[in-house]
């Protein structure tokens, strides 16, 4: 299972989902958006120009943006992730 999480160090929802991910023993790809510029420019692409993160991307190609630990968690088991 391939996982691209965008965040940013600065960002609190993005250290949240990170955390519970991590607890949750969820392997992923952490992208920088202030170190990839290109990272930036996709995750503005996928919520129509807004650079809101952070952006959970998943396998199967959907994605989610700024979700609750409930709707991450959620999401993860209907994937059977976890």
Known sequence: ???D???AA???DCR???KLMEEL???FNYIDVEADETASEKVIAINNGMRSIP???FEDG???TEPSDPDLKAKLEAL???
């Open 1 to 3: 299972m391939s996982i």
């Open 5 to 7: 999480f965008y965040g």
């Open 10 to 12: 600065w960002c609190s």
């Open 16 to 18: 949240r989902s990170k």
């Open 25 to 27: 023993g969820v392997e």
């Open 55 to 57: 952006v959970i991307v």
């Open 62 to 64: 959907t994605h989610l």
């Open 80 to 82: 059977s992730i976890i």
